[in-house]
């Protein structure tokens, strides 16, 4: 899936030490771009995905044929709006959509890497996207965006390049892991790895796929995206298309038949490994760790203005952890912004059609720009 | 209103970090911003007035005054301004001490409850006051612990908090508030304005 001509790639060729301490070179990036870059080269803005997520944000996505997963917010008279700004998402390594992840050949086996590729972390990731700078000769960009792990790449974006956004807007997201988190996608990797057709890992190299095995896991994670009063309220105890329950382990309620619906559909785009990985990557990141304990520390050096956005009903990245990060960035005197939106949507609220949230982000941006010009 | 902010704005040296505790949809910080070169930042607890601030541009937190200005660290504002909100906590001198804590000098509004509209209102109508700066009933006002001018010079002599400057507002009208004409202005003032310090 991911040798498509409609995917564009940026092939790397400064060596990138990953933090396993392996170095990978000449590797893609894949990226896609949305709107136009202005001649003064300041209205870019680089949208972080998150786990699941690829760099077709807004319109139509070329593989799935599917609106693109943040068309919401992203698009032209969007909350980002693609009329003024440029917009510029990369599909993280470790990925399946085009950029280096497990699914490619490894040049030195010309074989594909399955688990034999490196493990990589957030700060792997958003070191391999900052190249897109220099690609784009953009000096600083306006705004780095991202909910979930993007969320978390955009505070180590900022962490490492702190002089390189005006504004940071991370969202319904974390410094680092919880068990609970942690303990999810741990459920996630155990059901793809039971699948008999995973292989070991080696499942592409022998023309298998651990499908089972990765719509459980789907279907698992999908649960923790949304909230109980969220579920309760689209789907409650609705049976489907049936009057009665027929005292089978078919699927009877709509929930049931719900979820084996996203597994279903998320296999024919994901790949296997590449969820191992990615979540892995954000098992492993622990932005406070990384600055020995002290989380401001990770934003010293930095003028970038931070909006953070937490939503009520997610429990997954639940306000008070989005609070630690506004915290933190208070005891150093940093500019940063806070509001929890009102939503029973759950962790996915950044996802869908969330008006306060929308409207607040359009706002956010719109007069931050004008103010810095 | 227009005349609480000048003297708000009056009270502040340029180039200083500010606090708006309390900042409702921004109207004061933006007034402030716009008339005063300085560094504002606001904290609220009501979600619709901080996604205001925020659409507006303006450098807001969502949060209690009553608990989170526990994370900003000792001094890290040069002035700290609570308008018109003093009374609504549950613990207000727990705040107070809070806003001096966190600002080396802090602008403190109240509305007199003095004042003599509203000691006449109880005096001759035996209800509740209910005037222009007190516009709620009894049953669902959100002010919690009522005082006067004169209460709030008591509080701040038992605290050892220097009153730096005490200013009585009546309509559109300030004047100084001293020891000596504490009892009239307490009942004149709709509006007590004081620069306090620790």
């Known amino acids: 899936m991911n040798k498509n001509i409609s995917i564009k790639s940026l092939i790397i060729s400064k060596p990138l030490k990953l933090d396993c301490g392996q170095t990978i070179n000449n590797f893609p990036l894949a990226y896609e771009t949305y709107g136009v870059l202005n001649k003064k080269k300041d209205n870019a803005i680089l949208v972080f995905h998150a786990l699941t997520g690829d760099q077709f944000v807004s319109g139509l996505n070329p593989i799935t044929k599917k609106v693109g997963w943040w068309s919401y917010a992203v698009g032209p008279g969007k909350a980002i709006d693609t009329n003024n700004y440029f917009v510029i998402c990369a599909n993280v390594i470790g990925g399946c959509l085009g950029s280096l992840g497990p699914n490619n050949i490894n040049p030195e086996t010309n074989k594909i890497y399955g688990i034999t590729f490196p493990i990589i972390t957030i700060n792997d990731m958003v070191n391999a996207q900052h190249n897109l700078l220099e690609f784009f000769k953009i000096k600083k960009l306006f705004a780095v965006i991202g909910g979930s792990m993007g969320g978390m790449q955009v505070l180590q974006f900022v962490s490492n390049f702190p002089n390189k956004a005006k504004i940071a807007i991370p969202i319904a997201t974390t410094s680092n892991h919880s068990a609970q988190n942690i303990a999810f996608n741990e459920l996630g990797r155990q059901s793809i790895m039971a699948d008999t057709n995973w292989m070991g890992g080696d499942y592409s190299n022998q023309n298998k796929n651990p499908d089972k095995g990765l719509s459980v896991a789907r279907m698992a994670a999908h649960i923790t995206y949304l909230s109980k009063n969220g579920l309760q309220e689209k789907f409650g105890r609705k049976l489907q298309e049936r009057d009665s329950l027929k005292f089978s382990f078919d699927a009877d309620f709509q929930i049931e038949s719900y979820l084996r619906y996203q597994g279903s559909v998320f296999v024919d785009r994901f790949d296997a490994n590449s969820y191992l990985y990615i979540t892995r990557a954000m098992d492993y990141f622990d932005l406070i760790k990384q600055y020995n304990g002290n989380l401001s520390k990770a934003f010293a050096d930095t003028k970038t203005k931070f909006l953070v956005i937490s939503f009520t009903s997610d429990w997954l990245y639940p306000t008070s952890e989005n609070k630690e990060i506004v915290i933190a960035l208070n005891a150093i005197g940093a500019d940063v912004g806070f509001v929890e939106i009102e939503s029973d949507k759950g962790h996915d609220s950044f996802l869908l059609n969330t008006p306060n949230f929308l409207d607040t982000l359009k706002d956010y941006i719109n007069t931050s720009y004008l103010k810095n010009k | ?198």
């Open chain 2, 1 to 198: 209103m227009k005349t609480e902010f000048k003297i708000i704005a009056d009270l502040i040296e340029p180039n200083t970090r500010v606090l708006d505790v309390g900042c409702g949809d921004g109207t004061l910080m933006e007034f402030l911003k716009n008339n005063k070169e300085i560094n504002i930042r606001g904290i609220e607890i009501s979600k619709n007035n901080v996604q205001q601030c925020i659409g507006k541009g303006l450098t807001v937190i969502e949060g209690d005054a009553e608990k989170d200005l526990s994370q900003f660290p000792d001094e890290s504002f040069d002035f700290v301004i609570l308008s018109q909100t003093l009374q609504a906590f549950l613990n207000p001198e727990k705040v107070i001490s809070e806003l001096l804590r966190v600002g080396k000098k802090a602008i403190v509004t109240i509305p007199n409850f003095g004042y003599w509209k509203v000691r006449l209102h109880l005096l001759i109508k035996g209800t509740m006051p209910v005037t222009r700066t007190l516009p709620d009933e009894w049953y669902n006002t959100p002010n919690l612990h009522m005082c006067t001018i004169k209460d709030f010079f008591s509080f701040c002599k038992n605290r050892k908090i220097n009153l730096y400057k005490s200013i009585a507002l009546q309509n559109l009208k300030s004047s100084k508030i001293s020891n000596t004409n504490l009892t009239l202005k307490n009942l004149t003032a709709v509006l007590g304005i004081f620069l306090i310090e620790k």
